[in-house]
Nanobody, 124 residues
Framework: QVQLVESGGGLVQAGGSLRLSCAAS????????MGWFRQAPGKEREFVAT????????YTSSSVKGRFVISRDNAKNMVYLQMNSLKPEDSAVYYC?????????????????WGQGTQVTVSS
């Protein structure tokens, strides 16, 4: 019923940029708060950014604030993560997630649906 598919990951040099995309299924995309999370080997899944249903509000983690920007296009059922000034510590699998029932949240457990992830590797 609800499927999220991430794309856009790859290998980049430190200081470079990537834009991740998340394509969502269904006709209720505009009713979902969306988020991006990441997970590096041996670490817990970490919050990156979240965006409100209409895109008016965003919240970004301190570790990426000023470098990453989350956005969405409800007409296309898409959410994006523009990543600039990438650092080696940004290397991780990045996941798109949907939260249908509440407001903006950085809590992993409050998101109900998850994509398969896309790998981002930043070389030093």
């Amino acid at each position: 019923q609800v499927q999220l598919v991430e794309s856009g990951g790859g290998l980049v040099q430190a200081g470079g940029s990537l834009r991740l995309s998340c394509a969502a299924s269904g006709r209720t995309f505009s009713s979902w708060v969306m988020g991006w999370f990441r997970q590096a080997p041996g670490k817990e899944r970490e919050f990156v950014a979240t965006i409100s249903r209409n895109g008016d509000s965003t919240y970004t983690s301190s570790s990426v604030k000023g470098r990453f920007v989350i956005s969405r296009d409800n007409a296309k059922n898409m959410v994006y993560l523009q990543m600039n000034s990438l650092k080696p510590e940004d290397s991780a699998v990045y996941y798109c997630a949907a939260h249908p029932s509440g407001g903006l949240t950085a809590l992993t457990w409050e998101y109900d649906y998850w994509g398969q992830g896309t790998q981002v590797t930043v070389s030093s």
